[in-house]
Structures are given as structure tokens and as C-alpha cells.
């Protein structure tokens, strides 16, 4: 039976994936210790040496590539590595910061694969993320378990709010990266200018920022409110004031892979979601049923706002079909019973 886990490398304890993980298993009864370092120093070893003697498995959140190899080679207990994003792919193919045939992209792709191979499991958050995994790296099957991103429901929950009833909110809030596709979500929005009562709320900041806010002004956008970054204890608020929420509409071979961190947010929220048709977001949803479809090409993405919008009966039944989907098994105790299960095994095989 699990009963202590060590989280441990160079990771972010409220980052969501990370949190959905740890609550889920703390209401569940599993201790967890908590052991960030950002440096491979003897402190750090002698830190994992000490405290992995008294744990049953070892996690390695989220983003933590590097530290992998050098926690395994300092303790012989199993350990379980949350990727949730290769290296490789981001960098060169998603951000394209780097060309696919220079040192640098090796170099990525060397993060990855030793990552990789030092773990005793590896999670995936989508079955098209665990065969990237397969087919990129030859990383056995076996290796890879899918565990989904899930939601905190006791935090992400629907709540009434006192917005104007004349004012209908298009929602976004994201990291402004390629795959989220932002810049056809605002090209969506131009298209939508004739409409007096849509304004499209764009919520965070980040890689193309800069470059959306130039192209707003430039094309004089004038039903875009760019929010900026909102603390993560304000952003289940925000969501709730949206009429209608947008996944992502990127072009990348990423955006084809995930289902991100806001789709389980939106749903946990019981709003209606349009984002693009891909096969990630097809392992959990249903078109028409508890997500609404579309292409990334702004006037399919325009024409779909649109329809929702003046069919609300028939939105909020898929609203309530996606909120019922994600509070019924992808909760944060749900997440973490897949969570427990994996490490069991490795437990008992060790």
C-alpha cells in the first residue's frame, strides 16, 4: 500500500499539474514530503539519500528533465517521472527557438532521452503524448502510463456572477505560447467586430505577448481586453465571467498531442468550450456532446462562437455534459487513484 511519496528536482509545488497530484493524494491519506533544489550539490544528495530511505515511490513533477538521473543514481527507490511536455518537441518544433539539425536540438533531445531512461515509470497526459514518447524516443509502452491532467474541483467550480447581460465574454487564459494559437483567436475576433456586444477577454502573457499586442493595435481590434497575467487564486473568478471559453487553435505538432490544463478548468467550471478538432482532445471529449470542435482557421473558429451563441439552451447541455465528465472521473481523486495504482505496482516489482 502507498504511503509516502517524495516530491523532489527543481519544481514548482502550485504549478496545477503538480497540485491536482498532491491534494489528490493527501485526501486519500498518502504522506507526501516535499524536496525542491535547484542545485546537484552534496546538500541536495545528501537531502535525497536522507529522506527517500522513508518513502515508498519518488515523483518527479512536472519539467524536472534534468534532475532525473541524479536522483535515481542517489536513492534505490522507484521512481515516477511527470514529464508532461518533451523538451525536444518544444523547443524546436513548437517554439521553433531551434533548428531540428543543430547541437542545441541534440542537446534537447538528449534532456528527454536520458530523463527517460532513467525512470522507473514515465506519466503521459494523453495517449498521443505517450506515443510521441514511444515512437520519438523508443521508450517501451510498458514504461508509459497515462494519467490525465484533471482538475481541483473544490476550486474550479461554477459560481454566479454580476456581470451586464449585455456585454456576451469570449474567454482565453493562457501562456500566449504557438500552440495555444492566439493570434487565430484574435484573427477571430476581428472578423466578429460587427458584433456590438462580443468582447473577447484575453487573459495572461508570455512568448508572443508583445507580438499580439502590436497586431490588436495595428489592426485596430478594438473587441479584445488583454487582461494581462491574474494570480492563479483569481483565475476560477475570471472563468466563470466568461459566456463562452477558448481551448487552444495552435498549428504545432503539440497542439495536435495535449488537452490543456484550461479545458479541465472550463469544464470544472460547467461553461461551454470550443477548441480545435484534435486527436488529444478526442480521447476524453465528444463533439457536440461535451465540447464544441473546430478547425484553427479564424472564420470556422468566428462562425462557431456565433452558433453557440445564439443556441445557448443547446450550449449549456454540453456545458453540463463536460462539467459531469471532468467532476465525475477526473477530479482530483480520481487523478490520484491512477496515481496510486502505477506506484503500487512498481512497489511490488521492485
Known amino acids: 500500500m502507498l504511503k509516502k511519496v517524495l516530491f523532489t528536482g527543481n519544481y514548482d509545488k502550485e504549478y496545477n499539474r503538480t497540485k491536482v497530484i498532491s491534494i489528490g493524494l493527501e ?4 504522506e507526501i514530503i516535499h524536496l525542491t533544489f535547484k542545485k546537484h550539490n552534496k546538500n541536495s544528495r545528501n537531502l535525497i539519500k536522507e529522506l527517500s530511505k522513508d518513502v515508498d515511490i519518488i515523483f518527479l513533477p512536472s519539467f524536472t528533465h534534468k534532475d532525473v538521473k541524479y536522483v535515481k543514481k542517489n536513492s534505490n527507490k522507484p521512481l515516477i517521472f511527470d514529464p508532461l511536455i518533451s523538451r525536444y518537441l518544444t523547443k524546436v518544433f513548437d517554439f521553433k527557438q531551434v533548428n531540428k539539425y543543430s547541437p542545441r536540438a541534440y542537446k534537447n ?3 528527454d532521452k536520458i530523463a527517460f531512461k532513467y525512470a522507473n515509470k514515465i506519466i503521459a497526459d494523453t495517449l498521443e503524448h505517450k506515443k510521441y514518447y514511444n515512437q520519438q524516443f523508443n521508450i517501451p509502452n510498458n514504461k508509459i502510463e497515462v494519467i490525465e491532467i484533471g482538475a481541483d474541483c473544490s476550486f474550479f467550480y461554477p459560481e454566479e456572477t454580476t456581470q451586464k447581460n449585455s456585454e456576451f465574454i469570449i ?3 493562457g501562456g500566449f505560447i504557438p500552440l495555444q494559437g492566439v493570434k487565430n483567436i484574435i484573427a477571430a475576433a476581428k472578423i466578429l467586430l460587427s458584433q456590438p456586444d462580443i468582447t473577447f477577454r484575453l487573459i495572461g502573457n508570455g512568448f508572443e505577448f508583445e507580438e499580439i499586442k502590436k497586431i490588436i493595435s495595428k489592426e485596430k481590434i478594438t ?5 494581462g497575467w491574474l494570480k492563479y487564486i483569481d483565475l476560477p473568478k475570471a472563468i466563470n465571467q466568461f459566456d463562452i471559453c477558448l481551448g ?3 498549428d504545432t505538432p503539440k497542439a495536435e498531442m495535449v488537452i490543456p490544463n484550461k479545458i479541465f478548468h472550463y469544464a470544472a467550471c460547467k461553461k461551454p468550450i470550443i477548441t480545435k478538432d484534435t486527436p488529444g482532445i478526442k480521447e476524453l471529449f465528444v463533439n457536440n456532446k461535451n465540447i464544441t470542435l473546430t478547425s484553427s482557421q479564424p472564420q470556422e473558429i468566428a462562425d462557431t462562437i456565433l452558433k453557440i451563441k ?3 439552451a443547446n450550449s449549456d447541455i454540453i456545458a453540463e455534459e463536460a462539467y459531469r465528465l471532468i467532476t465525475n472521473n477526473y477530479d482530483t481523486k480520481a487523478i490520484a487513484n491512477k496515481f496510486i495504482s502505477i506506484a503500487q505496482k512498481l512497489i511490488l516489482n521492485k
Open 27 to 30: 485526501n486519500l491519506g498518502v
Open 109 to 111: 533531445y538528449l534532456k
Open 223 to 227: 473587441n479584445i481586453d488583454l487582461q
Open 171 to 173: 474567454g482565453f487564459y
Open 248 to 250: 487552444i487553435f495552435g
Open 310 to 312: 445564439n443556441n445557448k
